[in-house]
């Protein structure tokens, strides 16, 4: 159904769809907005703040960990999100219906779609940055790359604010290839790669000729040398390595290490999340994250889709089909859904013009986001793009909006305050607003 829902609890109202129970829930937060918005506890902040996170809003604090599946290369919204049946820009795809009346997905994603109660689809997202290396970083630090400065991913951000500080597993995990990395936040908050999750990471095990007892003499000694070199020269010199060195020990030495190995999985959950790297890769972040990882990226590659792009698609979208649908359904079935925040997206959307070589090329005007999990309300559509797919015609939602969000579920304030080169550098850019129909 489609109803109008309260835009960021200003007054003004947008269009959105969702189901029965999400009409109900609406409906309910709706009058609890109304509420706030005339009392003391109205959340427009004299000096324009985004809504920050806190007790009066849905949604806060509820995500503990993190899963982003990033789609590099930027995926057609088109032929997977937004399908526009019957137009020229539609292409050759049928779409798949999910269980909200009117909303449908495209061809090739119907585990995906018959899930659709479980996660927000974003229609609406948009920026100016459609270079891969300038949206890249966009969507993953919340800012375009600077030439001053350079921002922390949100991985890495999110170990900052929420990983506990001596936890034994690396608190920021990337499986394929790594995206941008932890900048002023320092190699203690950089990503741990594993590139292929078929097999265990390599070195975790003490080499049989050394042994652990060796290993600990040694570091012992390095120890003694990095105090006497830090003393002439200042700790700030040796203290990412000694965080390095501490990282690594903790993890060769602790048994939560076992999460990398998916031999223990059973072969039918496997077979379903898909035996692909990526859908092992996929299945790894549910088990990371199930032994307390704060934040694992998936990367899945090749949506850069200039030349044949229904082909690729399709086979880029069975991939991401299985293992996106299995990981929705094993979170909910070990009740960890509601506590794991999971986003999907790329760097931007694609052309809705079809080329000369059957493909389609950057548009960052118009794409989709997927978000389920840590609070959000699932079985909505956010966001609305005209007829041709072409651009927002309903709720525009910036990458500095979804990123406010993301801090919003983890109960941490978006404008939460760094230091760099001597200068302020806030977690979210200033206009970045939570997207508050998410949580409601």
Not at 99 to 126: E, N, Y
Request: glycine letters at 10%; proline letters at 7%; charged letters at 25%.
């Amino acid at each position: 159904m489609r109803i109008h829902v309260p835009d960021n609890l200003s007054g003004g109202l947008i269009q959105a769809c969702c189901s029965r129970r999400g009409f109900l829930r609406t409906s309910m937060f709706a009058g609890v907005a109304s509420a706030l918005a005339t009392s003391k506890l109205s959340l427009a902040f004299a000096d324009d703040r985004p809504i920050p996170p806190g007790d009066g809003l849905p949604g806060h604090g509820k995500a503990k960990r993190a899963i982003f599946i990033y789609l590099a290369g930027g995926p057609s919204h088109l032929d997977l999100w937004d399908p526009k049946p019957g137009r020229p820009t539609g292409g050759p795809f049928v779409p798949v219906k999910t269980p909200i009346p009117g909303v449908v997905l495209g061809q090739h994603l119907p585990k995906t779609a018959a899930r659709m109660l479980d996660f927000a689809l974003i229609r609406s997202m948009t920026s100016k940055e459609g270079n891969h290396s300038r949206a890249r970083t966009l969507i993953h630090t919340g800012y375009p790359p600077e030439a001053t400065v350079k921002h922390p991913t949100m991985g890495s951000s999110l170990s900052a604010e929420i990983a506990p500080a001596d936890f034994e597993l690396p608190n920021f995990i990337t499986v394929g290839p790594a995206q941008d990395g932890p900048a002023f936040l320092g190699v203690k908050h950089a990503p741990f790669v594993t590139t292929n999750p078929l097999k265990k990471p390599d070195n975790m095990e003490y080499h049989n000729a050394v042994g652990k007892d060796r290993v600990e003499r040694r570091l012992d000694l390095l120890k003694d040398m990095q105090e006497g070199f830090a003393a002439s020269h200042g700790e700030r010199v040796t203290a990412g390595q000694d965080e390095m060195f501490a990282k690594a020990k903790r993890l060769m030495d602790s048994p939560l290490r076992q999460a990398f190995d998916l031999d223990s999985e059973k072969p039918k959950l496997r077979e379903a999340y898909g035996k692909d790297r990526f859908g092992q890769g996929v299945l790894m972040a549910r088990r990371l994250a199930e032994a307390g990882v704060s934040c694992t990226e998936v990367v899945l590659g090749g949506w850069d889709t200039h030349d044949d792009n229904f082909n690729r698609v399709e086979a880029l979208s069975a991939q991401l089909d299985a293992a996106l649908s299995t990981l929705l359904a094993d979170l909910a079935d070990r009740g960890m859904l509601d506590s794991t925040l999971v986003a999907c997206f790329g760097e931007f959307g694609r052309t809705p013009k079809i080329n000369a070589r059957g493909g389609r090329d950057h548009w960052a005007k118009s794409w989709s986001a997927v978000v389920a999990g840590g609070g959000v309300m699932g079985g909505q559509v956010i966001g609305e793009t005209d007829a041709d797919g072409m651009e927002p015609t309903i709720r525009p939602v910036t990458v500095a909006d979804l990123h406010a969000s993301i801090w919003h579920a983890f109960g941490v304030d978006p404008w939460t305050e760094y230091t760099a080169n001597e200068r302020p550098i806030l977690l979210t850019p200033k206009e970045g607003r939570v997207v508050t129909e998410l949580f409601v």
